[in-house]
Nanobody, 120 residues
Framework: VQLQAFGGGLVQAGGSLRLSCAAS????????MGWFRQAPGKEREFVAA????????YYADSVKGRFTISRDNAKNTKYLQMNSLKPEDTAVYYC??????????????WGQGTQVTVSS
């Protein structure tokens, strides 16, 4: 499975960005897909996940109500819409996929990171 992330950039606090992650290869093995992030000097942390076939979405408490994860199965692509961004959301965001439950930290595939910077 290969994951390719798009999006990211620089935005002012309160603004919005959308990240995309396209999956290719043996996608039939994927059960959940989503995003992690890593800020400078901090550990990588879970952000959001969604079941590959649709349905339930899962979010870190820090992003609930501001971020929305969605899918386009026809394109094997997931999206992370980030609204009301805060400076503390600044991090490298990584697309990830799991054959099990991504929201429990089980990651089988990583995409490249994309930088999100929120200025105050």
């Amino acid at each position: 499975v290969q994951l390719q992330a798009f999006g990211g950039g620089l935005v002012q606090a309160g603004g919005s960005l959308r990240l995309s992650c396209a999956a290719s290869g043996r996608t039939f093995s994927i059960r959940t897909m989503g995003w992690f992030r890593q800020a400078p000097g901090k550990e990588r942390e879970f952000v959001a996940a969604i079941n590959w076939s649709g349905g339930s979405a899962y979010y870190a408490d820090s992003v609930k109500g501001r971020f929305t994860i969605s899918r386009d199965n026809a394109k094997n692509t997931k999206y992370l819409q980030m609204n009301s961004l805060k400076p503390e959301d600044t991090a490298v965001y990584y697309c990830a996929a799991s054959n099990l439950l991504l929201q429990r930290g089980t990651v089988d595939y990583w995409g490249q990171g994309t930088q999100v910077t929120v200025s105050s």
